[in-house]
């Protein structure tokens, strides 16, 4: 089993609609992240958290909310979904007291606005 | 502002040695990080350099000159499942900012 799971893994919405992804981690690490993934754009930090309660902007928050209300848990919402995020969405962990803090990251999430 | 280059493609022969490059101008810097990413799949970690030099590790070797802003990925006896796309990443305050990655084909 996957240490950090997304669900759902793919999801087709409409413009306009509410989505939300969710993650859970069994790895117990303290900081969570969303990215994005566009081709030739890389990947690209939506949010972060460093702890229960703890939320952060990243490069590209614009559009998207999250909620970190237990430590294995943190959720992304597009409140109004449009075809510009289309795109992939990855979570992620990591751990303060490893070295470099290294992030490791879930399977992914296929996300199409249509 | 933060930016990490990275060739776009590179192509190779099984076998073979190859080295990507990374380039890097950040705010700061706590670390450099290699990770191989599959075609949709999520990215793996493979190294980590927060010191000048070279860390080997098997096939793969990653090296880092902090006073140039580079970094590279040395990989050895390529194989075809090493076709992947390499995501060079820097720890900068707060954030792991990644480059758009280097693309390697490796063919028969």
């Known amino acids: 089993d996957a240490d950090v799971t997304q669900t759902p893994r793919n999801r087709i919405t409409k413009t306009g609609k509410r989505i939300m992804l969710e993650c859970s981690q069994t790895k117990g690490h303290d900081r969570m992240y969303w990215y994005r993934q566009d081709p030739g754009l890389g990947l690209r930090l939506i949010y972060y958290s460093f702890d229960v309660k703890d939320i952060n902007k990243g490069e590209i928050s614009d559009g998207y909310s999250v909620s970190r209300q237990a430590q294995a848990k943190f959720s992304l919402s597009l409140e109004s979904a449009i075809p510009n995020q289309t795109a992939l969405y990855f979570c992620a962990t990591s751990d303060t007291t490893a070295s470099g803090n290294t992030i490791y990251f879930g399977e992914g999430s296929w996300l199409t606005v249509v | 502002g933060q930016n990490i280059d990275q060739p776009t493609e590179m192509t190779a022969t099984e076998g073979a040695i190859v080295q990507i490059n990374c380039t890097y101008q950040t705010s700061g810097f706590n670390g450099l990080f290699w990770y191989q990413q599959h075609a949709g799949e999520a990215p793996t970690f493979l190294s980590y350099?927060?010191?000048?030099g070279l860390e080997e590790k098997g096939r793969f070797s990653s090296f880092l000159s902090r006073s140039k802003g580079y970094s590279y990925l040395l990989l050895k006896e390529l194989q075809m499942k090493d076709s992947a796309s390499y995501l060079c990443a820097v720890r900068a305050p707060g954030e792991l900012v990644f480059g758009t990655g280097t693309r390697l084909l490796v063919s028969p």
């Open positions: 350099n927060v010191l000048d």
